[in-house]
């Protein structure tokens, strides 16, 4: 059984048409389920754990990729399978899963080609993309196997990263290449400031990687309780323990899908 | 004098390759599968089963174990090498080296002992001359 679930910004009247199109593609292609609409009231961790126990086994997102990553949580947890039709801006993820925009991501779902993807965990919490830190870097240290790593004055923000896609007009770095989501590693990039000579200060303009290690956990410890960033949404505290979970979460993606950035 | 290079990117799906910037310390031991660059500091043990590169900046106070290195930065440790070894003008090593062929370039620092001989021999030398002994034993 499918749950298809609309993000609050397909609200707006310029969707309409599209979502109505979309309803019908569906409807043609059998593969109709139940239809709910998020609102700011609505909390999607619990419509979606509500649904999988009436036995929903399939939750699909209508929205853009920050839909997507929302869900990623509560979807691995119950063990369903999680789908995407992308609409409007911001849909640079589902690109790289093989998803089309609008009508024709209907025909992806409808293929269900199904492939597991590694997630990152932290704590117990999933997460699909990375977690960031970036304040007080020198006052934490990250432990991995038998040794510790502790970032300089100079570090500006510590990435670990299971799937790496950039972002519209983002040149990436060429460390990224090293992230693929089915290798079950996490990478641990640390970067610096890269600045530019300014009028009376130096600018910064950017951040370069100084640093990468690839390990499958990570326990990230702080003098102080420092903010962490999971998939650019969810902020958690430290201390916490980063660690993969190989195969945990199952996506219908389309053929021309990649693991990595090319 | 070392940069990290493309290749030690280029290996996205292989063994674990680690790369040590100079913003930041590494303390402990240190054993990985892939290549490892050293821009930075580490204090401990290194173990790699793969290239060992230690960059201009680099301080390590740690014994090295690799199949090869290229060191241009301070090493203070014992060394020991499968193959090459190679000591970079900027490079400065305050230990040990066993290491199956070492190149020094003029300008760099070495107080140590130098053992050249094949690191994978060196551990069994009584086994290879008992096995020796045998031999000759049954051609008679």
């Known amino acids: 059984m499918y749950y298809y679930i609309y993000d609050t910004f397909l609200d707006e009247k310029k969707y309409e048409k599209i979502i109505d199109k979309l309803k019908t593609r569906l409807l043609d292609l059998d593969i109709q389920g139940k239809h709910e609409k998020l609102t700011l009231l609505k909390n999607v961790e619990e419509l979606i754990g509500d649904e999988v126990k009436r036995g929903t086994t399939t939750v699909v997102v209508v929205g853009n990729d920050k839909t997507f990553l929302k869900v990623i949580n509560v979807v691995a947890k119950n063990n369903v399978t999680l789908g995407i039709i992308p609409i409007g801006e911001g849909n640079d993820l589902a690109r790289y899963l093989g998803v089309p925009e609008g009508e024709s991501a209907c025909d992806i779902l409808a293929a269900r080609k199904i492939i597991k993807f590694d997630l990152g965990k932290i704590n117990s919490y999933y997460f699909f993309t990375n977690m960031k830190i970036n304040k007080n870097l020198p006052r934490m240290s990250i432990e991995k196997d038998e040794y510790k790593i502790i970032p300089g004055v100079t570090c500006y923000e510590v990435e670990i990263c299971n799937f790496y896609y950039p972002r519209k007009d983002e040149i990436p770095d060429k460390a990224y290449k090293k992230c693929s989501v089915r290798d079950r590693k996490l990478e641990l990039f640390i970067k610096t400031k890269v600045k530019a000579k300014g009028w009376l200060h130096d600018k910064v303009v950017g951040m370069k990687i100084d640093s990468v290690f690839q390990g499958d956990k990570f326990d990230i410890k702080s003098f102080e309780y420092l903010p962490v960033v999971l998939d650019d949404y969810k902020i958690m505290k430290t201390p916490v323990i980063v660690e993969v979970e190989p195969e945990k979460l199952n996506v219908i993606v389309g053929k021309e899908r990649a693991d990595t950035i090319i | ?140």
């Open chain 2, 1 to 140: 004098m070392f940069k990290i290079s493309d290749e030690a990117y280029a290996n996205g799906n292989g063994a674990e390759d680690t790369i040590i910037g100079s913003s930041i310390k590494v303390e402990g031991d240190l054993v990985s599968s892939g290549n490892i660059v050293v821009e930075g500091e580490v204090t401990g043990t290194i173990k790699t089963e793969k290239t060992l590169k230690v960059g201009e900046g680099a301080k390590i106070v740690a014994n090295v174990s690799a199949r090869e290195a290229y060191i241009s930065g301070k090493v203070q440790g014992n060394i020991e090498v499968q193959d090459k070894i190679e000591l970079a003008s900027t490079g400065e090593i305050n230990g040990d080296i066993q290491s199956k062929s070492l190149i020094i370039l003029a300008g760099a620092v070495f107080n140590g002992k130098s053992t050249m001989a094949d690191v994978r021999t060196i551990a069994e030398p009584e086994q290879e001359q008992g096995n020796a002994e045998n031999d000759y034993e049954s051609e008679d």
